[in-house]
């Protein structure tokens, strides 16, 4: 009988304090450690029952649905690249940089230094003065500090920004180079993408076109290094100096010069009924656009000269040049062409423009001179300049067309011990 007692208080003895270490694991440690009322007697029952092993399935199932709702929501992952960008393999680096190793070997040759600047810049920096065409295809956004930046579409802004930064520290002339990466949102087209790198060359202090005839030299010693002829790439050469006597001999003001170039720049890619009212918009009449499109379609310098004058300084120039391209012994690669303006506006003088011979591409470079571009950042003396940009995509195209790119798909290493 007493065994049978002991055995009952025993077992009451292990339920109670199963329920208490229940309750430990479960309640607040500050309800248990409040006095034991009925009314908390009865809601420590209520929180211990609420907390019963079932609670953990129901919050498994919560965590399933969650989960599965994400599943639904999600969707598969566009493993492209942004539109207009690259992804650059191991066979795509190989040839990156054989192509950029090309142009520092060449750039080095000629005696430049190598610079760089941030791909991210203050959007006014090409607000000012790069052209209507380069404004509307910024990657321009504002910053969380509330300032609009812009991915740089081209580097000479930056440069003379830089140049204008240490103006008084540095030595001029100047001969620096740069192989940036650049962003335009433009239309693609075959050698045209979103994102390019692109080899620019600029001196600045020289004045003369002795500083374009070693551009081109430059220009033209890549182009052979990389296997190519004067059969293969020309390199139309105008002056937007000779351009604005045309003008002022056609009656078109002065301060629609820079307009005017711009946008007969785009009539070798739309049609003149295309840019006719916004010519017109510049005070141009009929007449003076028909007589305009006339003297562009020139390619004989002497034609020029009839409408300019032989004593035109900006005329002399452009002589001089293609007698400096002979030479130097690349005259062969030089073609006068009216036509040339470059879409930007802040060029002054000497343009010039290399193109596929064969017609299957668009522009493979560009440049020419720019005097005046420091003062519109507010120098209060301009600096003579000229320079030239050329982008890797559409050079690596013809590149290809004729059969002159290396193999890049076998790795230069065939095993590692």
Partial sequence: MKIKILCRILILALFS?????????????TRLLVPATTASREAQLRLMSSSSPPAAGRSSAAVQQQASGKKKQQKALDLAPPRGTRDFYPADMRLRQWLHTLWRDTARQFG??????PVLENEPLYTRKSGEEVTQQLYGFEDKGGRRVALRPEMTPSLARMVLAKKGGLQMPIKWFSTPQCWRYERMTRGRRREHFQWNMDIWGLSGVEAEAELLGAMVSFLMRAGLSSADVGIK???????GEVLTSLGVPEESFAATCVLVDKLEKVKLEDIQGELEGLGLTEEIITRLVEVMANKDLDKIAEVVGEDSQ????LRQLFRLGEAYGYNEWLVFDASVVRGLAYYTGVVFEAFDREGALRAIAGGGRYDRLLETFGAKEPIPAAGFGFGDAVVVELLKDRGLLPDFETPETDCVV
């Fill in 17 to 29: 304090g199963a329920m208490i270490c229940q309750a430990f694991r479960t309640a607040p440690l």
């Fill in 112 to 117: 430049f230094q190598e610079y760089d600047a």
């Fill in 314 to 317: 900006a005329l002399q120039d």
């Fill in 237 to 243: 050469v105008n002056s937007r100096a000779v351009l």
